[in-house]
C-alpha cells in the first residue's frame, strides 16, 4: 500500500519561495507517476502542477512552468516541489499524488489519472500573502 506524507507547506508573502516535500512509502522501483495536485479549499477538484513517470519525463501545468522544479531524492523516498515566484491567487492546498500507470500511458496520461483515481496524502497548506 502507497502511503503519502506532505510537509512544508507554510505562509509566505508574494514572490516568495517554499519547497514542499512527499515521504512516500510502498511505493515500487517501477512506480508510475509521483505528482502534487493542488486545489483551493472548500473544491472538489484541483489540478496537477507537476508529475513525474518513472521513465523520467516531468511535466508541469503552464501555470507553473519556470516557477516550480519537481525532483525527487536519490533513494527516491522523498518527492520535492521548489515553487519560487508564488502569486496570492493560487490555489493553498496542495496534495502529494501517485498512480500506478499500469498501462504505461505516460506523465501526460498521469496529469488526467492523478485527478480522477490517484491516491493523496492529506495535503499540506500554502499561504501566499499580498
Known amino acids: 500500500e502507497v502511503q503519502l506524507v506532505e510537509s512544508g507547506g507554510g505562509s509566505v508573502q508574494t514572490g516568495g519561495s517554499l519547497r514542499l516535500s512527499c515521504a512516500a512509502s510502498g511505493v515500487e522501483h517501477r512506480y508510475g507517476c509521483l505528482g502534487w495536485i493542488r486545489q483551493a479549499e472548500g473544491t472538489n477538484r484541483g489540478e496537477v502542477v507537476a508529475v513525474m513517470h518513472d521513465d523520467g519525463e516531468v511535466v508541469y501545468d503552464d501555470s507553473v512552468k519556470d516557477r516550480f522544479t519537481l525532483s525527487r531524492d536519490n533513494s527516491g523516498g522523498i518527492l520535492y516541489l521548489q515553487m519560487d515566484s508564488l502569486k496570492p491567487e493560487e490555489p493553498d492546498m496542495y496534495f502529494c499524488?501517485?498512480?500506478?500507470?499500469?498501462?504505461?500511458?505516460?506523465?501526460?496520461?498521469?496529469?488526467?489519472?492523478?485527478?480522477?483515481?490517484?491516491?493523496r496524502g492529506q495535503g499540506t497548506r500554502v499561504t501566499v500573502s499580498s
Open positions: 499524488a501517485h498512480d500506478s500507470d499500469r498501462n504505461r500511458k505516460g506523465a501526460r496520461w498521469c496529469r488526467i489519472s492523478l485527478l480522477d483515481c490517484g491516491s
